[in-house]
């Protein structure tokens, strides 16, 4: 048997043994892939009409502290935020408000958690952010962002 032949042997072999255990043991990153982090998640909302109504899921691995929250808005931009709230689902389903605020007036450079009343330390688990807002103008087709940081502001 010529070189060839054995080189094509073994690479068919690498081959076969690289998709079992690719197959049998998949790589946990890879389930992670695409999901927004806590300071991405907020990063885009469509406020259309002066409205918005949003709610985003993610896992988290470990704790994660959310002690600023700043809004990005177009500057003469104003609106209401009819509702913040961050809940953690327990593995046995039960649900559990980490951080709520209602009636929020809000423009550009607001940070609500200032504005709610303190930091918000999430629990490891299934996250459920939900929002709400209304009264947004002068223009009511913009999109407001929302920069989560673990820091407080400086």
Do not use: H
Not at 46 to 56: C, H, P, S, V, Y
Not at 78 to 100: A, C, D
Not at 115 to 123: F, M, N, R, T, Y
């Amino acid at each position: 048997m010529n070189l060839l032949n054995k080189s094509l042997i073994w690479a068919n072999v690498f081959a076969i043994a690289i998709s079992f255990v690719t197959f049998f043991f998949p790589a946990t990153a890879m389930a992670d892939v695409g999901v927004p982090s806590a300071k991405d998640i907020f990063k885009s909302i469509a406020i259309q009409n002066g409205t918005f109504k949003l709610q985003r899921e993610r896992v988290l691995d470990m704790a994660e502290p959310v002690r600023s929250a700043i809004v990005a808005l177009p500057d003469g931009e104003t609106g209401m935020i009819e509702l913040i709230q961050i809940v953690n689902v327990s593995p046995n389903g039960q649900q559990e408000i980490e951080f709520g605020c209602s009636n929020l007036k809000v423009k550009n450079k607001t940070d609500l958690i200032q504005s709610c009343g303190g930091p918000a330390i999430l629990k490891p688990g299934l996250t459920i952010y939900r929002a709400s807002g209304k009264d947004f103008g002068p223009a009511l087709d913009v999109t407001l962002g929302v920069d989560l940081k673990p820091d407080f502001p400086s």
